[in-house]
């Protein structure tokens, strides 16, 4: 399983913003495309995960769930070996921890949801005044 490094995690206000990271261990993103996963709060524990965006290994497609479109952008710098979520407009139902999975099929990295037996840590996200 190819493992990844979430970052930009926090605390923030409703209407706030937040960028999240996500660099590789030991691999080369520009050979996958990624996809941001959340776990929200209230979800019964298990290995699937719900999908929030993804793009694909050019950068040249993204796609984001019906929750956040307009609010969240997904891009990614491949000579920093590095993929971003940059959060605008958060609101509470936001609040989850985010993971990236990078994977060579863009139609599952874009899926509406996904299932692993190893998530990582991922990042946390809250969003509470």
């Given amino acids: 399983q190819l493992q990844t490094v979430e970052s930009g995690g926090g605390l923030v206000q409703p209407g706030g913003s937040l960028r999240l990271s996500c660099a590789a261990s030991g691999f080369s993103l520009d050979r996958y ?7 929200a709060p209230n979800q ?14 050019s950068g040249d497609y993204t796609n984001y769930a019906d929750s956040v479109k307009g ?30 999975v990078p994977h060579s099929a863009v139609v599952v990295a874009c899926a509406r949801s996904y299932e692993r037996d190893n998530w990582g840590q991922g990042t946390q996200v809250t969003v509470s005044s």
Avoid: H
């Fill in 33 to 39: 495309a990624i996809g941001w996963f959340r776990q």
């Fill in 44 to 57: 019964a524990p298990g290995k699937e995960r719900q999908g929030i965006s993804c793009i694909s290994k």
């Fill in 71 to 100: 609010r969240f952008t997904i891009s990614r710098d491949n000579a920093k070996n590095t993929v971003y979520l940059q959060m605008n407009s958060l609101k509470p139902e936001d609040t989850g921890v985010y993971y990236c």
